[in-house]
């Protein structure tokens, strides 16, 4: 098991040998460095921490600088810790040299957020009815919550409107179907969550 920061870029279609389409997702995949190595003795646990993009030295304070000069590397923009069956050492560098064109990984990344939403976009609802026996304007309500007399409250986990999106979310089994060793650039298969620029983990 290997993992290595992205960036999402946005999208594009690419064509197979038999000029199928197939709709891509381009994703700025590392290099990334090894910034922490966490092991059983001292931390309990195996996993280590990896930085992506270069960050001014400026905007770091002093105690990730000392944490980045221990690594041997400048600051970086990102920190993401990912459990590693592979051995690191501290500095290393990890590309996209572990992945090949038709791997399967697990994408990790936070979906769009939406705001404050009603019940009709946040959970389907179809709203109370048409604008009869003076209904003017209950097109998009909920309706009734379900409680009377006895409890006396709302049930809690009951659907209503509120934060919708912006929800940490894994894609699995999305095949890689070409890299850009170059440009450390991945097409990978189909759509993947976040807004272009938002950060991606992506798990081998």
Request: aromatic share 8%; with cysteine; hydrophobic share 30%.
């Given at each position: 098991?290997?993992?290595?920061?992205?960036k999402?870029?946005?999208?594009?279609?690419?064509?197979?040998?038999?000029?199928?389409?197939?709709?891509?997702?381009?994703?700025?995949?590392?290099?990334?460095?090894?910034?922490?190595?966490?092991?059983?003795?001292?931390?309990?646990?195996?996993?280590?921490?990896?930085?992506?993009?270069?960050?001014?030295?400026?905007?770091?304070?002093?105690?990730?600088?000392?944490?980045?000069?221990?690594?041997?590397?400048s600051?970086?923009?990102?920190?993401?810790?990912?459990k590693?069956?592979?051995?690191?050492?501290?500095?290393?560098?990890?590309?996209?040299?572990?992945?090949?064109?038709?791997?399967?990984?697990?994408?990790?990344?936070?979906?769009?957020?939406?705001?404050?939403?009603?019940?009709?976009?946040?959970?389907?609802?179809?709203?109370?009815?048409?604008?009869?026996?003076?209904?003017?304007?209950?097109?998009?309500?909920?309706?009734s919550?379900?409680?009377?007399?006895?409890?006396?409250?709302?049930?809690?986990?009951?659907?209503?409107?509120?934060?919708?999106?912006?929800?940490?979310?894994?894609?699995?089994?999305?095949?890689?179907?070409?890299?850009?060793?170059?440009?450390?650039?991945?097409?990978?298969k189909?759509?993947?969550?976040?807004?272009?620029?938002?950060?991606?983990?992506?798990?081998?």
């Amino acid at each position: 098991m290997i993992g290595i920061i992205g960036k999402k870029i946005g999208m594009t279609s690419v064509y197979d040998v038999n000029g199928i389409e197939i709709s891509c997702t381009l994703i700025k995949s590392g290099p990334c460095t090894v910034t922490q190595v966490k092991n059983i003795k001292k931390d309990g646990y195996i996993s280590l921490q990896i930085g992506f993009e270069e960050k001014k030295i400026k905007n770091t304070s002093k105690s990730l600088l000392g944490h980045f000069k221990n690594a041997k590397t400048s600051p970086k923009h990102k920190l993401k810790e990912i459990k590693c069956t592979k051995q690191y050492l501290l500095g290393e560098v990890i590309d996209l040299s572990e992945f090949k064109v038709g791997d399967y990984i697990s994408i990790t990344g936070f979906s769009k957020g939406k705001g404050f939403q009603g019940v009709v976009k946040r959970h389907g609802f179809s709203g109370v009815g048409g604008q009869t026996h003076g209904q003017h304007n209950r097109l998009r309500a909920p309706g009734s919550l379900g409680a009377s007399s006895y409890p006396s409250r709302v049930f809690k986990g009951i659907k209503m409107a509120g934060r919708m999106g912006n929800n940490k979310v894994t894609i699995k089994n999305v095949k890689i179907v070409k890299i850009l060793f170059e440009k450390n650039i991945i097409f990978v298969k189909g759509s993947i969550p976040g807004s272009k620029n938002s950060y991606l983990t992506i798990n081998k």
